[in-house]
């Protein structure tokens, strides 16, 4: 059932400061990892205490309780206390916010995803949770779990409703979950969202097969190298070892793996916080667990062809560990969710899949070996990895989400749009952090995929991108454009700020930048770009960010780092302008 699209606004009311704020090499603050309250001095607890004293910008009421997903802190003391939100004990969908507050714990201001009190006219359910897992069900067209009460505060107001997990789902392509949201007074069905984030949209899959057209993508075979193992005392296992891998699209790479025996190693790095690939065996699977691990005898993975089944694996594992080097160099940020934590991929999963994506039931990338028609190989490639890693560290932090999917699966409006924006704007630096020559970096996604044209979508001049339509500037058009094709907007703005407009060749990729007024931008430069990128992401984005909030989110965070009324400030301003997104047409709330 499609429900009429309604903007919804995040409210950001903060403070901003013109103090610089130094860090790594993106010149973007560490995050610290999130930690829960253990005395009333804590960072929670003050933010906690602002949000009830504040109650008029952040829209609690004493019915309310905040429960911390995220703490992060600036080098100058200033923190960022990220909530979901729950009403009388039920949690609340679309109720998350930041707090900011200053070096002394001090109110500084809220980014809110919910512009209005968060109360539902009753709480009295009139479905029974058993009557919700049969609609979730019929409308899913697979396996409910239990039901459970929620607030539905996600389209301007706010209503009782159950949420629902279903498994095995015919709404996917893929066989996979979806989470239904019911109505429990009329038992309309509010939103019914697949839990994976996938890479190939159901209309590009679409698109693909009325042109004819297949994706073959551009592989070579690499020589196998020699192993390198780390010498271990006898008995003394599990230790580090360094393998090498023959990949599909990479080359020869090296691998951290872990020794179990003397002559058995195992696809797990345990320099990255334990990060392992594992075989889905063929089936659809959305457990970590049942996946099957890869062990070596030699710690010699690959061939460098499709002929082994290490070889896809080879490619998983350098793309997520290199993706994780990205976050935590750039940015300190310690595995996707900054806790710590490896990251998982399983490769072969379900029977001629041409599709990988993020999926948050499995926690986990799960790569297709491709269909054999559309995608004739494992869609293994490092910007795609590097993208869809990033759906999960945006699933940790803002998790934005999209404003509707249509009974094809496709995902509408501009939170979704933004998400994919993100994604490809942090899975091309990840390219350009591993700076392979085999896969040399640039703004391009997917050029590897073997498509006629060349690539799937460019950040430069969006609009080149035929197979999506993916569109270059803001207009009102874009509260309900699908969500690939709306990234368009942001990832536009993104180079228009790390590179400037007009032409220009960078890593022997040329590219034409124009800009909606026909205005010049003169760029900053990818590193200063994607630091105020990710500070706007992890700091001042919520569930609900459209692109006049993106704005205002990287306009804060240019402001934190490089002062109010420096370049880099004027810089993001002219960026956005010249994709039409400006706060002189900026929508009116509730639209």
Known sequence: MRRPHIRRVAIAVAVTTAATLPGPAFASAPDAPARVATSVSSPVAAARAAAFAHASATGVTPGDTLQVKDVMTDPDGKQHVRFLRTHRGLP??????????????????????????????????????????????????????????????????????????????D?????????????????GIRSNTPNADEFISPSLADTLRKRGESATPRTGTAPVLSGLTSAAAAGHYPVKATGSGASLFAGKVALTTTRTARTSYLLKDPTRWNTETRDAKGQELESFARGRTFTDADNKWGTGTTAARTTAAVDAQYGITQTLDFYKKAFGRKGIKNNSAGARGMVHFGNKVGNAFWDSTCGCMLYGDGDGDLFKKPLVVLDVTGHELTHGVVDATAALEPTRVDEDGNQYGEP????????????????????????????????????????????????????EETIDYWSPAAYDTEVHAGSGVSSHAYYLLAEGSGRKTIGGVTYDSPTYDGSRVTGIGRTKATAIFYRALTRYMVSTTDFHDARTATLKAAADMYGANGAEYKAVDAAWAAVDVTVANTPAAGR
């Open 92 to 169: 609340v969908l679309g109720g998350d916010m930041v707090v900011h507050l200053g070096e002394r714990g001090q109110y500084l201001g809220v980014t809110r995803a919910a512009d209005h009190v968060v109360k539902p006219s009753t709480v009295e359910a009139k479905l029974t949770p058993e009557q919700a897992e049969r609609k979730a069900e019929a409308v899913a067209k697979g396996d409910a779990g239990s039901a459970r009460l929620v607030v539905d505060a996600r389209d301007g107001a706010a209503a009782l409703a159950y949420q629902v997990l279903v498994v095995d789902s």
């Open 171 to 187: 709404t996917t392509r893929t066989g996979g979950s979806s989470t239904v949201v019911v109505d429990a007074r009329t038992g």
């Open 416 to 467: 979704g749009a933004l998400n994919e924006s993100l994604a490809d704007v942090f899975g091309s630096n990840v390219e350009f952090s591993a700076n392979n020559p085999k896969n040399p970096p640039n703004y391009l996604v997917g050029e590897k995929l073997g498509l006629a044209q060349k690539f799937l979508r460019r950040l430069d001049h969006p609009s080149l991108d035929r197979l």
